[in-house]
C-alpha cells in the first residue's frame, strides 16, 4: 500500500511540473499531452501491477460465511483453509532456513490429532488443481478495466481531442504500452494460481511424512 501512495504522489509531483511548464510555455501543448499521456498510462499499469501483487501474494481475507446446512459449505468448494493456516502459523516465527522453516511446518502439524490430519490431507489432495475463483475473478475485471483506460488514453481522439505527435513515435508508445500491460497480467495471472497449488502439494507431502 505504501508503494501505492508514493506513486501517487510522485505522479501529482509531475502532473503540477507539466501543468506549470504548460503555463509557463516552456513546452507547446501538443507535447505536454502526449507526455502526460505517457505518465499516465505508466501510472495505470503501475496500479495494476500493485493490486495484483495483492491478489498474488496473499488471499483476498473475505467475510466469514455462515451457511445453513453442511451442503452449502460443500458446494461453496469447502471454505476455511486460510483460517486453518492462520490458527496453526500464526504465532510460529519462521527461520531463515528452508528446511528449518518445513521442520516448523510439521511440528504444527503434529500437534493436530491423527484422524484430524488425514482428514487435512483428503482436503488438501481435493484442493491441489484448484484455482482462487474470487481472486481470479477480481484480477479478470481490474485488468479489463486497465486495459479499457489505457486505451481511452492512448486514442483521445474517441473525446475529441487531438494530440499531435509524430507517428513512429506514437507507434513504438503503444507497442510498448501493450506489451508490457501483457507481461504484468500474465505474471501474476500464472504466480497467483501456481502458489496455490504449490502449498497445497507441500501441505501434501508433510502430511504424508507423519501419517
Known amino acids: ?3 501505492i501512495l508514493w506513486a501517487t504522489f510522485i505522479f501529482i509531483v509531475l502532473f503540477l511540473g507539466l501543468a506549470i511548464m504548460s503555463a509557463m510555455e516552456v513546452l507547446n501543448q501538443p507535447a505536454i499531452n502526449g507526455i502526460f499521456s505517457i505518465l499516465l498510462s505508466v501510472f495505470i499499469m503501475f496500479l495494476l501491477d500493485s493490486f495484483l501483487q495483492l491478489l498474488s501474494n496473499s488471499e483476498t481475507r473475505w467475510k466469514k460465511k455462515h451457511y445453513k446446512n453442511l451442503l452449502e459449505w460443500v458446494d461453496d468448494g469447502g471454505n476455511g ?6 490458527n496453526l502459523f500464526k504465532d510460529i516465527k519462521p527461520k531463515y532456513n528452508l528446511v528449518d522453516n518445513l521442520e516448523l511446518i510439521k511440528e504444527a502439524f503434529t500437534k493436530i490429532d491423527k484422524e484430524k490430519r488425514e482428514l487435512l490431507l483428503a482436503y488438501f489432495r481435493a484442493q491441489r488443481n484448484t484455482v482462487s475463483l474470487p481472486a481470479t475473478i477480481m484480477a ?3 485488468t479489463l478495466f486497465a486495459g479499457v483506460l489505457l486505451y481511452f488514453i492512448q486514442n483521445p481522439r474517441i473525446f475529441s481531442i487531438e494530440i499531435t505527435v509524430n507517428a513512429e513515435f506514437d507507434f513504438f508508445v503503444q507497442l510498448f504500452t501493450w506489451i508490457f500491460f501483457f507481461i504484468i497480467v500474465m505474471y501474476h495471472l500464472v504466480k497467483m494460481n501456481k502458489r496455490t497449488s504449490t502449498k497445497n502439494e507441500l501441505y501434501i507431502e508433510i502430511l504424508e511424512k507423519i501419517k
Do not use: K
Not at 483453509?81 to 492462520?86: C, I, S, V
Open 1 to 3: 500500500m505504501n508503494r
Open 81 to 86: 483453509g486460510r483460517r486453518l493456516e492462520q
Open 140 to 142: 479478470i475485471f481490474s
